[in-house]
């Protein structure tokens, strides 16, 4: 009996210790905040704690005080809002990075601005060096140039004003690009010159160059500057790339971004950006698709895989084609003329036999393919081809592949999204920033049916992933948002407004989606125990907060893997 009860009084004791056994210590704890988490009950909390790059429990400030130890940092949130880092879904890292170190000329308002910040750079650079900008837009400026073609000016006063070197501007869209007379001659190109299939060179009535390339035609100038740039070594090259990529990662971090889809890179790109992670200089986590030739698509692709690297910075499974072009251009594929060029319906960049080449590399080398479409006639011819693939490979279930943009879609097309699995990944900013030339473009009827339709996607059970295609955009997932849920015009216009999301809608676009189309969900897109911790910190909570605030809300605080490495 005696012994009983000594077996029982250990076994209390067991008990007794192990209920009072202190917490696991974390490096990192938030208190008093509004915390978003996302889990499949949308619920909130007050606390979070992080152990080395993974949350470790979510609850109330009582139950994370647990948590701290002796050398637990403790981020008192007074009551700010934190929410699952923001995935951006779709940009270009690169291109970002440039646009902060080019001439940025996302601001002009007219055709004279853009000259006047052209002639600002000529004077800071030597006779003979190629001066490249990014941003303009001729559908947003305030006042029409005199002379025009399709809406683009003539080149005839950038030649006047900066004669001794030449000059590539590419537009906002990455679609076209509009040069000076120096460029032009310096590629040899003349007025017989003919356009490349996937291409225009803009001419006037008269056969006469106006100084705009189109999609595939903007090779006939890019390639000469690709050769004045191999006049410099391979490491000055890598070097400047290095730079950008740094410029374009701390401007996302700023902007609360805590993972980028990265929309097309090339094999050499990767691997300078596979050098950055190994030397811990990227510090947000990529999903970069490969964007290269077809010869060097066959050759690497194979070699290339890569999930998760550099404790999940950099992964690799995806390969970004186009199909058409941009609306703004007037490249974007359509089933029937432009309304404003009753003789066009768009440019096909790539061959249909190519894309499809390029489908059954991503199949057969377990890829995800990720296709550039904003037509509705692009749209319908890469659905076909997916369908068709998918049919042919009944065996797999989850491919996940995407159609970037997706922005004008048939009737006929919206519901083969969510029947196929196919990820629309749009840019909610797009829609705005856009909206005023969409119906010029498509006409009202085209423009209600199929422009920017998310909430026909959504209903129709498709998961939507936003970002910003940034540098075409600013890289602001807050404005982004904004746009997704009031679709407001800066004239206060809203653009057909059956069509918003709800705010939880958005932010899950911007969150969990993004983590989804990534395949990635099961470690990031939510705030939950076992993810990573990747949150952002911002000034006001913006599923509550009046549609005007958000605009004016900050991202206070960017930390990746438990480490703040954005704090305002």
């Given at each position: 009996?005696?012994?009983?009860?000594?077996?029982?009084?250990?076994?209390?004791?067991?008990?007794?210790?192990?209920?009072n056994?202190?917490?696991?210590?974390?490096?990192?704890?938030?208190?008093?905040?509004?915390?978003?988490?996302?889990?499949?009950?949308?619920?909130?909390?007050?606390?979070?704690?992080?152990?080395?790059?993974?949350?470790?429990a979510?609850?109330?400030?009582?139950?994370?005080?647990?948590?701290?130890?002796?050398?637990?940092?403790?981020?008192?949130?007074?009551?700010?809002?934190?929410?699952?880092?923001?995935?951006?879904?779709?940009?270009?890292?690169i291109?970002?990075?440039?646009?902060?170190?080019?001439?940025d000329?996302?601001?002009?308002?007219?055709?004279?601005?853009?000259?006047?910040?052209?002639?600002?750079?000529?004077?800071?650079t030597?006779?003979?060096?190629?001066?490249?900008?990014?941003?303009w837009h001729?559908?947003k400026?305030?006042?029409?140039?005199?002379?025009?073609?399709?809406?683009?000016p003539?080149?005839?006063?950038?030649?006047?004003?900066?004669?001794?070197?030449?000059?590539?501007?590419?537009?906002?869209?990455?679609?076209?690009?509009?040069?000076?007379?120096?460029?032009?001659?310096?590629?040899?190109?003349?007025?017989?010159?003919?356009?490349?299939?996937?291409?225009?060179?803009?001419?006037?009535?008269?056969?006469?160059?106006i100084?705009?390339?189109?999609?595939?035609?903007?090779?006939?100038?890019?390639?000469?500057?690709?050769?004045?740039l191999?006049?410099?070594?391979s490491?000055?090259l890598?070097?400047?790339?290095?730079?950008?990529?740094?410029?374009?990662?701390?401007?996302?971090?700023?902007?609360?971004i805590?993972?980028?889809?990265?929309?097309?890179?090339?094999?050499?790109?990767?691997d300078?950006?596979?050098?950055?992670?190994?030397?811990?200089?990227?510090?947000i986590?990529?999903?970069?698709?490969?964007?290269d030739?077809?010869?060097?698509?066959?050759?690497?692709?194979?070699?290339?895989?890569?999930?998760?690297?550099?404790?999940?910075?950099?992964?690799?499974?995806?390969?970004?084609?186009?199909?058409?072009?941009?609306l703004?251009?007037?490249?974007?594929?359509?089933?029937?003329?432009?309304e404003?060029?009753?003789?066009?319906?768009?440019?096909?960049?790539?061959?249909?036999?190519?894309i499809?080449?390029?489908?059954e590399?991503?199949?057969?080398?377990?890829?995800?393919?990720?296709?550039?479409?904003?037509?509705?006639?692009?749209?319908?011819?890469?659905?076909?081809?997916?369908?068709?693939?998918f049919?042919?490979?009944?065996?797999?279930?989850?491919?996940?592949?995407?159609?970037?943009?997706?922005?004008?879609?048939?009737?006929?097309?919206?519901?083969?999204?969510?029947?196929?699995?196919?990820?629309?990944?749009?840019?909610?900013?797009?829609c705005?920033?856009?909206?005023p030339?969409?119906?010029?473009?498509l006409?009202?009827?085209?423009?209600?049916?199929?422009?920017?339709?998310?909430?026909?996607?959504?209903?129709?059970?498709a998961?939507?992933?936003?970002?910003?295609?940034?540098?075409?955009?600013?890289v602001?997932?807050?404005?982004?948002?904004?746009?997704?849920?009031?679709?407001?015009?800066?004239?206060?216009?809203?653009?057909?407004?059956?069509?918003?999301?709800?705010?939880?809608?958005?932010?899950?676009?911007?969150?969990?989606?993004?983590?989804?189309?990534?395949?990635?969900?099961?470690?990031?897109?939510?705030?939950?125990?076992?993810?990573?911790?990747?949150?952002?910190?911002?000034?006001?909570?913006?599923?509550t907060?009046?549609?005007?605030?958000?605009?004016?809300?900050?991202?206070?605080?960017?930390?990746?893997?438990?480490?703040?490495?954005?704090?305002?």
């Amino acid at each position: 009996m005696k012994s009983l009860n000594k077996i029982l009084i250990t076994l209390l004791m067991i008990g007794f210790n192990a209920c009072n056994s202190p917490k696991e210590s974390a490096d990192l704890v938030l208190l008093n905040g509004n915390i978003i988490t996302l889990n499949n009950a949308d619920s909130k909390a007050t606390a979070v704690a992080v152990k080395s790059d993974t949350i470790i429990a979510v609850g109330t400030d009582y139950q994370i005080k647990e948590f701290i130890g002796e050398s637990t940092e403790i981020i008192d949130l007074k009551g700010k809002t934190v929410i699952p880092g923001f995935i951006e879904s779709h940009a270009h890292l690169i291109g970002l990075g440039k646009s902060k170190i080019n001439l940025d000329l996302t601001d002009t308002q007219n055709w004279d601005e853009v000259i006047a910040k052209v002639v600002a750079a000529s004077e800071n650079t030597k006779p003979g060096d190629w001066i490249i900008g990014r941003g303009w837009h001729q559908e947003k400026w305030n006042t029409v140039p005199h002379k025009t073609v399709n809406g683009y000016p003539y080149n005839t006063m950038l030649n006047k004003a900066v004669p001794y070197n030449p000059v590539i501007l590419s537009h906002a869209s990455g679609h076209a690009i509009l040069v000076n007379q120096k460029a032009i001659d310096l590629a040899e190109v003349t007025d017989s010159t003919k356009s490349p299939e996937g291409g225009n060179i803009v001419k006037d009535e008269n056969g006469q160059i106006i100084g705009v390339f189109e999609e595939t035609a903007e090779d006939l100038i890019n390639n000469k500057y690709l050769q004045y740039l191999s006049l410099q070594n391979s490491e000055q090259l890598n070097r400047q790339t290095e730079r950008e990529i740094i410029s374009g990662v701390d401007e996302s971090l700023k902007n609360g971004i805590t993972s980028f889809h990265d929309a097309g890179e090339t094999f050499a790109k990767i691997d300078i950006l596979k050098k950055l992670v190994d030397e811990n200089k990227i510090k947000i986590r990529l999903y970069v698709m490969v964007g290269d030739t077809l010869k060097n698509l066959r050759k690497n692709l194979v070699n290339y895989k890569t999930i998760g690297y550099g404790n999940n910075f950099l992964t690799i499974r995806s390969i970004k084609i186009y199909i058409d072009g941009a609306l703004g251009s007037r490249g974007a594929w359509l089933l029937e003329p432009y309304e404003d060029l009753q003789d066009h319906r768009g440019l096909t960049v790539t061959p249909l036999s190519e894309i499809r080449e390029v489908a059954e590399l991503a199949l057969t080398n377990g890829y995800q393919l990720c296709t550039h479409a904003i037509g509705d006639r692009g749209n319908r011819e890469i659905l076909d081809i997916y369908e068709d693939i998918f049919s042919q490979n009944t065996s797999i279930n989850n491919f996940r592949w995407r159609v970037e943009h997706a922005q004008h879609l048939s009737t006929k097309d919206i519901l083969r999204f969510s029947k196929l699995g196919v990820i629309p990944a749009m840019q909610g900013v797009h829609c705005t920033s856009d909206a005023p030339f969409v119906i010029k473009r498509l006409g009202y009827k085209r423009a209600e049916e199929g422009a920017y339709v998310w909430r026909k996607l959504i209903d129709n059970g498709a998961i939507i992933c936003n970002g910003t295609d940034a540098p075409v955009e600013n890289v602001s997932p807050l404005q982004s948002f904004y746009s997704t849920v009031t679709r407001q015009l800066k004239s206060g216009e809203i653009f057909f407004k059956d069509q918003k999301m709800t705010r939880l809608e958005a932010l899950k676009s911007y969150t969990i989606n993004g983590a989804y189309a990534a395949f990635e969900e099961n470690i990031k897109g939510s705030i939950e125990k076992g993810k990573l911790a990747d949150f952002t910190v911002l000034s006001k909570d913006i599923l509550t907060i009046p549609d005007k605030e958000i605009l004016s809300t900050e991202v206070l605080m960017t930390i990746v893997g438990g480490k703040i490495l954005f704090a305002k």
